[in-house]
T-cell receptor
Framework: TQLLEQSPQFLSIQEGENLTVYCNSS?????LQWYRQEPGEGPVLLVT?????EVKKLKRLTFQFGDARKDSSLHITAAQPGDTGLYLC???????????FGAGTILRVKS | NAGVTQTPKFQVLKTGQSMTLQCAQD?????MSWYRQDPGMGLRLIHY???????DQGEVPNGYNVSRSTTEDFPLRLLSAAPSQTSVYFC????????????????????FGQGTRLTVV
């Protein structure tokens, strides 16, 4: 059982559509991060959220941390083919540096 | 600035062989870690190190050894390769950030290498 559950596992949409990816847990996290990974590459950090209720925007991407710091979401507006990739959420608990990862969401944006 | 460098990029081993996956970082990060990535399972922590001379086990340590003699290097050794170790391996280095907002807390942000795709036959 994953400590962080991501949904959906796979998403295939048309260019211009909006989408939301969810990352849920029954545990409290001191931070949640979102990474994006392209084939043959390592994950690259997109954003870190640390405060309950926090919302961060990165161009067309909006990240939210739940009030109770147990869940997060990633919303993409007007998806583009360049958004295609594997999106991973990861969290830290307490004061540690250990990252716990979700299983990931594979996003495919078709032109 | 190279970041995190992993070698080799691809490797095929026979069951029972041993090998070392190399990882080096030039960002002076204290924290380094090794993950394996398997389909549908995200990244699972194998071993990690909080500084030179200090290592600890992660979620899936069996069959792997690590050492950390310098800040820069964190090699991962497969003692006797098994088909179950076929996977993509990622090394990461992290720095700790501290926030102050009614409470003090820390979190790590990780930088990953490009990965080593290992096949054990």
């Amino acid at each position: 059982t994953q400590l962080l559950e991501q949904s959906p596992q796979f998403l295939s949409i048309q260019e211009g559509e909006n989408l939301t990816v969810y990352c849920n847990s029954s545990s409290v996290f001191s931070s949640l991060q979102w990474y994006r990974q392209e084939p043959g590459e390592g994950p690259v950090l997109l954003v870190t959220v640390v405060t309950g209720g926090e919302v961060k925007k990165l161009k067309r991407l909006t990240f939210q941390f739940g009030d109770a710091r147990k869940d997060s979401s990633l919303h993409i507006t007007a998806a583009q083919p360049g958004d295609t990739g594997l999106y991973l959420c990861a969290g830290t608990r307490g004061y540690g540096n250990k990252l716990v990862f979700g299983a990931g969401t594979i996003l495919r944006v078709k032109s | 600035n190279a970041g995190v460098t992993q070698t080799p990029k691809f490797q095929v081993l026979k069951t029972g062989q041993s090998m070392t996956l190399q990882c080096a970082q030039d960002m002076n990060h204290e924290y380094m870690s090794w993950y394996r990535q398997d389909p549908g399972m995200g990244l699972r922590l194998i071993h990690y190190s909080v500084g030179a001379g200090i290592t600890d086990q992660g979620e899936v340590p069996n069959g792997y050894n690590v050492s950390r003699s310098t800040t820069e290097d964190f090699p991962l050794r497969l003692l006797s390769a098994a088909p179950s170790q076929t996977s993509v391996y990622f090394c990461a280095s992290s720095y700790t950030r501290t926030g102050l907002n009614k409470r003090t807390y820390t979190w790590a942000e990780a930088f990953f290498g490009q990965g080593t795709r290992l096949t054990v036959v």
